[in-house]
């Protein structure tokens, strides 16, 4: 297979994929090769919610190149499966950093944020995520 090229854009396919408009993707998931594909797939984990997965999803809403669109799809359901695996595990983290920075046992700082020791529990081993306001308050039970 040739290297891939591309018509009508002002972007060569040595640029950063994240420099690549539309058309550039639809071209390298239509007629590119496992280095493009690998490349695209490097941007998707990069960034899961980034500019590159948003153009291949729009792409893959018109064009079906086969077998890459179903792999395209796994790849970004993949990566965002894994980066809101590792949100949860950072605030889990971080609430587990303020129980312990507060000095107040489990129980104590439940009960000062208006939970259970149970409830809190989810909270550090990351089952539940908290909202946004519950996480600050927590902030304010530890002295943030």
Request: without cysteine; hydrophobic residues 40%.
């Amino acid at each position: 297979m040739s290297p891939l090229s591309f018509r009508n854009v002002d972007v060569a396919a040595s640029d950063p994929v994240s420099k690549w408009p539309q058309e550039a993707i639809q071209t390298a998931l239509e007629r590119g090769g496992l280095a493009d594909w690998r490349r695209l797939a490097d941007a998707i984990d990069a960034e899961p919610w980034g500019a590159v997965a948003r153009r291949i999803e729009e792409v893959l809403t018109y064009s079906r190149p086969y077998g890459v669109a179903e792999a395209f799809e796994r790849a970004i359901s993949r990566s965002r499966q894994a980066a809101e695996a590792a949100e949860r595990e950072a605030v889990a983290n971080e609430i587990g950093r303020l129980v312990r920075r507060s000095g107040l046992s489990r129980a104590e700082f439940a009960a000062r944020m208006g939970t259970s020791t149970s409830r809190l529990s989810t909270y550090v081993s990351g089952k539940v995520t908290p909202s946004a306001a519950l996480l600050l308050r927590m902030r304010r039970v530890a002295g943030d």
